[in-house]
């Protein structure tokens, strides 16, 4: 199976409570299409482009760079500055009286293409994704919300929790990110191996962040956490969405484990920071909300509360650690999250002669999914 083999493989479409007029106001409204960029890189990339903060950039959801995608932008500025390069086009749509966000997203509609597969595999995903057109799958979060988690080191966030600010950066200046080319990953092994002699990771230094840090430790050795402060608000936010994310995935995993049938495991996919596990729906999984773990957290579902505190246990954390502040102003905060979701629209072209592969077989699939809900995962479900 083949997923993402090109940008038009996985095309993107956000649809967004947004008011669009053409009489000027405020805000101006872009749509931004991209390849090859994510949302965070192409908005900082503008911002620097049009010598404007990023704080005036706002945007709904974090699309992924290995597809072709469309979404939503508004910059609190007057002037046009739609703009045209060979990885994003930003272009001038109209105006709005509100800034985009996260909670305008109400959708996002998904042309999949899915590649070299086998016929029996082809004509099972094929099935599969029409039952998942009627009976949802689990709204696990999926393994591209896992980029900064380090398989030996684990989670920023949870080194933050701890208090344990020299792992926590360690990780942040040193972790290998997927994809990451040759000589990035020779420079941070090299910085690993002079960790603690700071004018030598100084002069290792290439970003903007990493000479910040090294420079901060160098002048006052033990300042991990101040250091760890400078880096750029999104990204402090990724590291923490990240860890919130992991926690909310085990909370639904070990519930969808207990609601499997006596002597029918729960179907499982391999996934970045732990397994995903799949069952026929139940009524109550169907109506499950699990709060993100965080400030605020109400559990509708005393079920799900008693999961995280099992959880926490086993990592030797307690609760009031995921409500504290990490950093000045900076927490894990809260919010519902549906533990099922069903897809609309399904449409399901194929299997087909694949071009691309000769021999082998494709199958189209285009459907939408509300907003933070993964077209990955999607794809998951259909092979149990």
Sequence with gaps: MRLKTTPEDFVVREAVNLHIRQKPARYRVYLLEKKGWNTADAVAAIARQRRLPLSRIRYGGKKDRHGHTFQYVTIDHQADHSLETPGYRLKAIGYATEPMGPGRVLANHFAVTVRELRPEAAARLARGARRVAAEGFPNYFDDQRFGSYDRERGFIAEQMARGRWEQAIQIALTHIYPGEKSKAKARKRRLLEVWGD???????????????????????????????????????????????????????????????????????????????????????????????????????????????????????????????????????????????????????????????????????????????????????????
């Excluded at 050795?221 to 969405?241: H, K, N, Q, V």
């Excluded at 086993?314 to 502040?325: I, K, N, T």
Aim: hydrophobic letters at 45%; aromatic letters at 10%; a positive charge.
């Design 198 to 384: 700071w004018a030598a990771c100084l002069s290792l230094a290439e970003t903007a962040f990493e000479r910040r840090c090294f420079a901060m430790l160098q002048e006052r050795p033990g300042a991990f956490r101040e250091a760890l402060a400078t880096a750029r608000r999104e990204e402090l936010e990724m590291w923490l969405s990240a860890y919130q994310a992991f926690l909310w995935n085990e909370v639904l995993r070990r519930l969808i484990a207990r609601a499997a049938p006596e002597g029918e495991p729960p179907a499982e996919a391999a996934g970045v920071a732990g397994p995903y596990r799949f069952v026929r729906p139940t009524a109550a999984l169907q109506q499950l909300v699990i709060p993100l773990p965080g400030r605020g957290m109400r559990f509708p579902a005393p079920e799900a509360g008693l999961v995280l505190e099992e959880v926490l246990w086993e990592r030797r954390l307690r609760p009031g650690q995921l409500e504290a502040d990490l950093l000045p102003g900076l927490f894990l905060k809260s919010s519902p999250r549906e533990a099922w979701v069903v897809p609309s629209s399904v449409q399901v072209e194929g299997p087909q002669p694949d071009e691309r592969y000769p021999g082998c077989q494709k199958v189209s699939l285009r459907f939408t999914l509300p907003r933070g809900a993964y077209a990955t995962m999607f794809i998951k479900a259909t092979a149990p």
